[in-house]
């Protein structure tokens, strides 16, 4: 069926994991009859989470879209990952939708808002979209809908509004708005009239409706001080200025595995979410929220933006400054596709067989249209990752080359000093997930350890040193002998080079070869193997053979020099020291700092106050310490706190460090 814009619905379901957004979504497909019987999360058979990782840990890895028919009406639901190791297919997804619903439940949120809702709340204000709350597993037992309404309205104030509440016998919701009660039976719902018992709390909270209603504009408001009164088609006007403005946030009582208020909620979503801005006679204009690239094929889900989408016709990718002519065009439920022939402004469709990548642009004309970029977390949790069978690092970079197709949140760099391929990701389950997918959908096993941390040396003291090569062997020989003063310099880290020769001791077109030496040398310290830094090397004496002198003989002795003085002048290892900013509630300070002390061996540099209760502090970290600081912080935190740490300057480590290192070093070459 085609659907104009104004028919048209986006929505995003946000949340904390495991608070019910998959079994939602399930209700929703079920309530509407887009699914013939209801999959539970537990069984491994619902519509979206459908990826064989999902299945075996039983959570949302990958936003997955689910359109459903009500009404009349198109609602494109897009069910978002929860745990944080995945934001970034949330804040893609937030590019797709017009308001996001974020998910509660009632058995959890008696004493506080759990932080991924705090994060979806964050995420929606800073997109400027609007807001509404489903109340989950209001059924269930120790469900509690009226203590987590309570903590909603106390964490974000007035702008909470109860919408539907839970019926006191447990067998459905009611609908404050249109004062009637809706009895669930399975997939059916049954409408009647408010129950003498829940009476005395609709109509309170009824009043409380007026009055958020009221508040959307001037008129509604004096009408509601002449009579305290509004009728339906008031507060259904007020709610829906309200809910666009974000003064008004829609709260909804649900249960997905009874379907216990998902039709209540539905009709709310069409009365009070807006409708995509129609474009429709605009240049097209779309947006690559998402990719899929598996064993089946590759699919680009395009948010319209503008004009329509036609198979067939040829879209200009911005990205690429490249034309492509379009195939096949689908929809899909879950990982059911079904083809389609066109997609209006503000509908979802699925492109298969395009070299787009998530976050592209795409318009038909030539135009360098340009829209806000998605900015994303910085991955900090870093792993080197290498095959199990040697040989197979090629497999590896390009099977996480192909993952990142999908998920744009990790990075791969292929560390040229340490050797090593580093993996990093928003946390250990993100990278679990791909290390599974590269043995699942790719062949290769993968391990991982520790990133190497990229060390330094440098000397202390100023030696002079004499290298001395002499090589005869019939013919020819090599002849090349130098005496170098080596001592630290603050000027640079690259090593500078000086000459102080007199009478032509070493004749000047040896300078160049005894630098070359010198600087292929210091490629590796004398401690550990890692680059020596801060060096200056000045050339004040030396002979030569005016027949066997040359320039690899002077490179070899420039060398010896170098493996002579350099032990001697007192080296030692620096570490890399990176600037850390850590923002966590107010109540976590004292164990954040701690930990900063004691474990993490840092240097508090202060705090400073941030939005919402929260505090920013900064300090000055050794980055061999971050390693897990992802995962701890999250602990220490319960998932509320995150940081920054960027690369500022080396420091001399510590001896016991400098000892480490050089153990390390030791046994990795045996």
């Keep these: 069926m085609s659907y104009e814009t104004k028919n048209i619905r986006n929505i995003a379901l946000l949340g904390h994991g495991n608070t019910g957004k998959t079994s939602l979504t399930e209700s ?21 989470d459908y990826d064989a990782e999902e299945i075996a840990r039983q959570i949302t890895i990958s936003t997955a879209i689910a359109p459903v028919e009500f009404n009349g009406h198109k609602i494109n639901v897009l069910d978002c990952p929860g745990y944080f190791d995945f934001v970034g297919e949330v804040l893609y997804a937030l590019r797709a939708v017009e308001a996001g619903v974020i998910t509660v439940s009632a058995k959890d949120t008696a004493e506080s808002v759990a932080v991924g809702a705090q994060r979806s709340w964050n995420y929606l204000k800073a997109a400027n979209l609007p807001v509404m709350f489903s109340i989950t597993k209001c059924r269930e037992e120790h469900g509690d809908y009226t203590k987590a309404l309570n903590t909603l309205k106390d964490k974000y104030g007035s702008s909470i509004c109860p919408v539907t509440i839970p019926k006191s016998d447990g067998t459905g919701v009611i609908d404050l708005v249109h004062n009637v009660a809706y009895t669930t039976k399975g997939n059916k719902v049954e409408k009647g009239a408010v129950p003498a018992a829940d009476a005395d709390t609709v109509e ?33 006007e007020g709610l829906k200025i309200g809910v666009k403005e974000r003064s008004v946030v829609p709260v909804y009582a649900t249960d997905g595995m009874t379907n216990m208020g998902t039709a209540a909620m539905l009709q709310g979503i069409l009365d009070y979410v807006p409708a995509p801005e129609d474009k429709s006679g605009d240049t097209t204009l779309g947006f690559v929220f998402k990719t899929i690239s598996d064993k ?10 503008a004009g329509k989408v036609n198979g ?55 135009e360098d249209v340009t829209l806000p970029a998605v900015v994303l977390p910085e991955p900090n949790y870093s792993q080197a990752i290498a095959p199990k069978t040697k040989g197979q690092d090629d497999k590896v970079a390009a099977g996480l080359a192909k993952l990142g197709e999908e998920d744009v949140s990790f990075t791969l760099v292929n560390n040229a000093e340490t050797h090593q391929m580093v993996l990093s990701c928003q946390g250990d389950i993100q990278m679990a997930v791909l290390c599974t997918k590269l043995k699942s959908n790719f062949g290769v096993d993968t391990e991982l350890k520790s990133a190497r941390v990229a060390y330094r040396e440098k000397i202390k003291g100023k030696v002079e040193a004499h290298g001395r090569h002499k090589k005869q062997s019939g013919g020819s020989g090599q002849f090349g002998d130098v005496w170098i003063r080596f001592e630290p310099q603050e000027e640079s880290d ?3 080079f000086a000459e102080e020769v007199f009478g032509g001791a070493v004749p000047k077109n040896f300078f160049p070869s005894v630098e070359k030496g010198l600087r292929n040398a210091v490629q590796k310290g004398v401690l550990a193997g890692y680059p020596l830094v801060g060096l200056k ?7 030569y053979h005016p027949v066997d002198s040359n320039d690899m003989a002077f490179q070899t002795a420039a060398r010896l020099a170098y493996q002579d003085g350099i032990p001697k002048a007192r080296p030692t290892i620096l570490e890399p020291i990176g600037k850390l900013f850590v923002t966590i509630p107010d109540e976590y300070q004292g164990a954040i700092i701690g930990d900063i002390n004691s474990k993490r061996r840092g240097t508090m540099m202060g705090s400073m106050p941030a939005e919402d209760g929260m505090t920013t502090i900064e300090a000055d970290v050794p980055m061999a310490e971050m390693s897990t600081y992802t995962i701890d912080l999250r602990s220490m935190t319960q998932g509320a706190g995150s940081f920054t740490c960027k690369f500022d300057r080396y420091e001399e480590a510590p001896g016991n460090v400098q000892q480490k290192v050089i153990e390390e070093s030791k046994a990795e070459e045996e």
């Design 204 to 236: 309170e909270l009824r009043a409380e409706l007026m009055e958020a209603a009221a508040g959307a504009t001037e008129e509604l408001m004096e009408k509601f001080f002449e009579t305290m009164e509004l009728d339906e088609a008031d507060i259904v």
């Design 537 to 543: 090397a000045t050339l004040y004496d030396g002979s």
């Design 494 to 496: 690259d090593m500078i």
């Design 312 to 366: 067939g016709m040829s879209l200009h990718n911005v990205r690429a400054s490249s034309t492509d002519k379009l195939g096949r065009l689908y929809t899909f439920t879950g990982k059911k596709t079904a083809e389609v022939t066109e997609a209006v402004c503000g509908d979802i469709v699925a492109v298969g067989k395009m070299d787009w990548k998530t976050g592209d642009v795409v318009v038909d004309s030539k």
């Design 296 to 305: 089946f094929g590759k699919y680009s889900f395009v948010k319209v933006l």
């Design 28 to 48: 929703m497909l079920y309530v509407t009859g887009a699914i013939d019987r209801l999959g539970k999360v537990s069984d491994g058979n619902t519509v979206c």
